[in-house]
C-alpha cells in the first residue's frame, strides 16, 4: 500500500458526501474537509497533508507563497509533485516502510495494535486491572489505512512511556495549532495551505536548506539505519537533521504485521482483506533533544529570564482550552511571559503585515489575513495517560508590528479581569456550599471552565473589535468606554447567573436555614464585589471602570453593601 497513490483517505465534499481519494484531491476544489473516525486522527491527517505540501511544494519565499495561495495546482499537478517521494510512503513490504523500522524486529515478542492508540490502557493497566473507562480489547482489528494513520498519530505526539521508549520531538502530547480562513467554505486547499512555510522560514538555527528527496535519510528516518539511543551521545539535534524532518519525526521503533484473514475495522468499520492485528515494538528509538521548536506547536520558557533553558511546548491542562489561552497562542512575549506561539502563526502575522506594506495586490489577502481563525488541539496528558482530547477554535487577529504590544497589553486586562473573577465565584460557591470552605476538598475547575465557556463568545468579540481599533498603524489608538463596559457587564452576568445555577446544586450541609443563611450571605458578598461597591472587596471592578473610562452602577442597597463588606 503506497500512501501517496491509493485511495485511503476520506475527504468531504461540499455535497456532504465522503469518498476516499490520495491525497492529491486535497487540490479539488469540491473537497472541504477530511471525516476520519476519531478527533485526534483527524487532527493528524491535516498535518500529514500539511508536512506533504511542505514537503512537495516549499515555496521559496513569502512571494512565492502568496502567489500559490492564489493559483492552487491542479489534482493532476499535485500528483505529480507527489510521485518522486512514493518511494518513502510504502507502508508494506519488505523494503523501507512508512515510518517503521528498517529492522524486522523479530527478536521482539508481538503485541496488539491497539498499542498504537494513545488513548489504549498500558501493560500496567491491564496488568492491574485499572482499565475502567477505556477497556482492553475494543480494538483488535485494524485497517491498513487506520493503521497507517495511527501510526502518524502515535510518531507526532508520543507521549512517555517508561525506560527507554522515546517521546516525541516536540515532548509527549503536545498541542497543535493551525491557521483557518473565516469562511469555513472554502476549500481544503485554502485551509491547509496557510499553514505551509517559505524555505526561508520553515527551518531552525543550525539547519541547511537544501531540497528535500525522497532517499534522504536526515528527512525520512525510516529511509536509514534505524537511531538507536542505547548510549550517551546518540541524541538527535535540530542541525543533525532536514528543516522539515520536524513534520517527520520518529521517536518509537514499530513494525507493523499484515494478517491474510480478512476482518472488519474496530476504528472505521470497513471491511478489510490485510488487516492488522499485530505489531512488533522495539525500545531506544530516535531521542530528540536540543533547542526543538515544531512549526506548528506553541511554546514556552518556565524562566523567561533564563534563555539557556531549553523552552518546552505548550501542553493540554485540566479545564480545557479558552481564550484565556489565546496570548500564548498567538502573542509572542518571550522577556515576560515566555510566551513563543508556534512558528506558523508569528510567521502568518508577518505575512499580513508584508502584503500591507509590499504588494499591490494586498486587498486580494485582506480576508486570508483580517478574518483568520485559530484551531487549536491535542491530547491532555498525565504523562503516559491521557485525561482528555481538546479541540477550540478562536480569532487569530493581526494587527500592525507598532501595535502588538498595546494588543497584548489590551488583552492581559481583559483577561485579568475575568480570571479575578472567577476567582471570587469560585470561593463564594465554596462558602455557600460548606460550613467551612477553608477546609473543603475537591476539584473545582469546573467552575473556571464553565465561566470562560460562558464568556468566550463575548471575548472574542471583543477581541475583532481590538483588533479592528488598531488596524490604523498611524493613528493613535484608543479602546472606547463602552467595549469595556460590555465586557465588564458581560463578566457581571454570567458570574451571578453561575452563583445561582450553582449555589444549591452542591454538597450542602447543616440544617435548612443555616444552608440559606450561607447561600444569601455569600452571594451578596459576589454582588458587592462584582458592582464595585464595597469599600474593600469592589477595587477589582473600580479600577476596571476607571482605566477603561466607564461608570459603575451599582444594584444593591446601601445597608447590604456595607454589611458585605
Known amino acids: 500500500m503506497n500512501l501517496l497513490t491509493e485511495s485511503w483517505l476520506p475527504f468531504r465534499h461540499h455535497d456532504g458526501r465522503i469518498e476516499y481519494h490520495p491525497p492529491s484531491a486535497l487540490a ?37 507563497w502568496l502567489d500559490r495561495y492564489q493559483s492552487p495546482p491542479s489534482v493532476a499537478e499535485l500528483d505529480e509533485a507527489l510521485a518522486s517521494f512514493a518511494t518513502a510512503f510504502v507502508l508494506d513490504g519488505d523494503g523501507p516502510r512508512f515510518m517503521q523500522d528498517v529492522d524486522p524486529l523479530e527478536d521482539v515478542k508481538e503485541a496488539s495494535v491497539a498499542g498504537l492508540l494513545i488513548d489504549s490502557p498500558g501493560a500496567n493497566g491491564i496488568k492491574n486491572n485499572t482499565d475502567f473507562f477505556v477497556k482492553r480489547g475494543r480494538v483488535e482489528t485494524v485497517c491498513p489505512e487506520c493503521a497507517a494513520l495511527a501510526l502518524f498519530t502515535m510518531q507526532i505526539n508520543a507521549p512517555a512511556g517508561g525506560a527507554g ?23 481544503l486547499w485554502h485551509r491547509l495551505w496557510p499553514n505551509v512555510m517559505p524555505a526561508d522560514a520553515v527551518g531552525q538555527p543550525g539547519q541547511t536548506w537544501h531540497p528535500p528527496k525522497a532517499d534522504d535519510g536526515k528527512l525520512f528516518f525510516w529511509m536509514a539505519e534505524t537511531h538507536i539511543s542505547d548510549k550517551k551521545g546518540t541524541e538527535v539535534l535540530p542541525e543533525q537533521v532536514h528543516p522539515l524532518h520536524a513534520f517527520w519525526s520518529m521517536p518509537r521503533r514499530y513494525r507493523l504485521l499484515f494478517d491474510e484473514t480478512p476482518g472488519c475495522c474496530d476504528l472505521c468499520g470497513r471491511e478489510t482483506s490485510h488487516p492488522v492485528r499485530r505489531l512488533r515494538a522495539k525500545k531506544q528509538g530516535a531521542n530528540y533533544d536540543g533547542p526543538w521548536r515544531h512549526p506548528l506547536t506553541p511554546y514556552r520558557r518556565l524562566n523567561p529570564k533564563k534563555l539557556d533553558e531549553l523552552p518546552l511546548s505548550s501542553k493540554g491542562q485540566p479545564g480545557g482550552l479558552g481564550y484565556r489561552h489565546w496570548p500564548g497562542l498567538v502573542l509572542e512575549d518571550e522577556a515576560v511571559s515566555g510566551a513563543l506561539p508556534a512558528r506558523v502563526v508569528t510567521h502568518h502575522l508577518h505575512k499580513y503585515r508584508m502584503v500591507q506594506a509590499a504588494r499591490d495586490d494586498g486587498e486580494a489577502f485582506e480576508a486570508l489575513f483580517r478574518r483568520a481563525r485559530l484551531w487549536v488541539f491535542g491530547y491532555d496528558m ?21 501595535h502588538q504590544e498595546i494588543l497584548r497589553d489590551w488583552v492581559k486586562r481583559f483577561v485579568d479581569l475575568a480570571s479575578e473573577f472567577t476567582w471570587t465565584l469560585r470561593n463564594q460557591l465554596k462558602r455557600a456550599w460548606f460550613k467551612r470552605p477553608e477546609d473543603a476538598k475537591g476539584d473545582m475547575s469546573q467552575v473556571d471552565a464553565q465561566f470562560f465557556e460562558a464568556t468566550q463568545l463575548a471575548f472574542f468579540k471583543t477581541l475583532r473589535m481590538m483588533g479592528e481599533t488598531l488596524r490604523d498603524e498611524t493613528a493613535t489608538p484608543t479602546l472606547s468606554p ?12 454570567e458570574a451571578l447567573s453561575l452563583f445561582d445555577a450553582q449555589a444549591i446544586s452542591g454538597p450542602l450541609e447543616g440544617m435548612k436555614m443555616q444552608q440559606l443563611e450561607r447561600i444569601t450571605s455569600a452571594r451578596r458578598y459576589l454582588q458587592t464585589y462584582l458592582n464595585g461597591s464595597g469599600k474593600k472587596i469592589g477595587k477589582t471592578a473600580q479600577t476596571f471602570a476607571q482605566v477603561g473610562g466607564f461608570e459603575l452602577q451599582a444594584s444593591m442597597p446601601q445597608r447590604d453593601e456595607e454589611s458585605a463588606a
Open 28 to 64: 479539488d476544489p469540491d473537497v472541504l474537509d477530511l471525516a476520519l473516525p476519531r478527533a485526534d486522527f483527524q487532527g493528524a491527517a491535516w498535518q500529514f497533508l500539511i508536512a506533504l505540501l511542505q514537503t512537495a511544494m516549499t515555496p521559496e519565499d513569502t512571494d512565492s
Open 482 to 493: 463602552d467595549i469595556h463596559r460590555q465586557w465588564y457587564l458581560a463578566l457581571k452576568h
Open 165 to 187: 521508549i522515546r517521546v516525541g520531538l516536540r515532548g509527549g502530547g503536545p498541542l497543535t495549532t493551525l491557521i483557518l480562513p473565516e469562511d469555513e467554505s472554502k476549500p
Open 382 to 402: 498525565d504523562n503516559m495517560k491521557p485525561r482528555g482530547w481538546y479541540s477550540v477554535e478562536m480569532p487569530l487577529v493581526g494587527v500592525p508590528e507598532a
